[in-house]
């Protein structure tokens, strides 16, 4: 599944039904029960309905399938992704919050800030 910014640009895609990477190649989180984790183990959003949101319930990230949320732009033509690189060992995943209502307007914050 790939991601795309608020401005259309493929950004991250899960491998496999539990690890993100960035368009580079670069691991950047994974996912465990709907909860978007950073390696470290913070819990840095969610995966609903096709969008990766972060931690305030605002949309970072959608995909082709995402359904509801804000008005997606129009997806830009994806260069060649990155060739993968070795992920790290996950730390603890922490406890996850309890998820906020989703946003309909995108975030302020931008997809790996919390690298």
């Known amino acids: 599944m790939d991601f795309y910014d ?10 496999d039904d539990e690890h993100i990477y ?8 994974f996912i465990r029960n709907g909860n978007v984790y950073s390696y470290s183990g913070e819990h840095v959003g969610w995966l609903v309905n096709g969008w990766i949101t972060g931690a305030d319930g605002q949309p970072l990230l959608f995909s082709q399938e995402a359904m509801g949320g804000p008005v ?3 997806r830009q033509v994806a ?4 060739v993968r690189s070795v992920r790290p060992v996950k730390g603890v995943a922490q406890v996850a919050p309890v998820r906020p ?3 309909l307007g995108w975030s302020s ?7």
């Open 109 to 115: 914050n931008r997809w790996g800030s919390w690298l």
């Open 101 to 103: 209502v989703f946003g």
């Open 6 to 15: 608020r401005s259309g640009r493929a950004t991250a895609y899960l491998a």
């Open 79 to 82: 260069p060649v992704r990155g």
């Open 72 to 74: 997606k732009p129009v």
């Open 22 to 29: 960035d368009w580079d190649g670069t691991p950047s989180a």
